[in-house]
């Protein structure tokens, strides 16, 4: 079967708005265990690009590493596509790793910014 490469989006960061103009006002993400907090589509876009603004003004650029520690939230995610919008490597960790892992990841992969959990400090 041959799929035509023009179906699908650029790149994440392309979906990402994409799904912001199409379903701006819709649930895109939902934590209901702890805060109950919920971004719609157009929520989820505007704080990733904030996140893309604030590691750009923090000299983080295109094919810089960024490690993201820390649970499931949404800010987990906008962390996610503020790092690819401006081209950076996401290195993603379990929340649950240990430091002994962290530390390892941290060495071999020399980012250039980290997003830690409150657990994770």
């Known amino acids: 079967m041959t799929i035509s490469a023009n179906k ?3 790149t994440l960061g ?9 379903w701006g006002e819709n649930l895109a993400l939902a934590l209901h265990e702890r805060d ?5 589509y157009q929520e989820l876009c505007d704080n990733a690009t904030r996140v893309a603004s604030y590691l ?11 490690i993201i520690w ?3 939230r949404p800010e987990w995610v906008a962390a996610f596509f503020g790092s690819v919008l ?3 490597i996401v290195v993603p960790l379990d929340a649950q790793s240990t430091s002994e892992f962290f530390s390892l990841i941290d060495h071999e992969t020399q980012p250039s910014f980290m997003f830690l959990g409150s657990e994770q400090l």
Do not use: M, Q
């Open 70 to 72: 820390g649970d499931n």
């Open 86 to 88: 401006i081209g950076a």
């Open 36 to 40: 109950n907090s919920e971004w719609t």
């Open 8 to 10: 699908f989006p650029e």
């Open 56 to 66: 750009t003004t923090r000299g983080v650029r295109r094919g810089d590493r960024v």
């Open 14 to 22: 392309s979906l990402l708005f994409k799904s912001a103009n199409n």
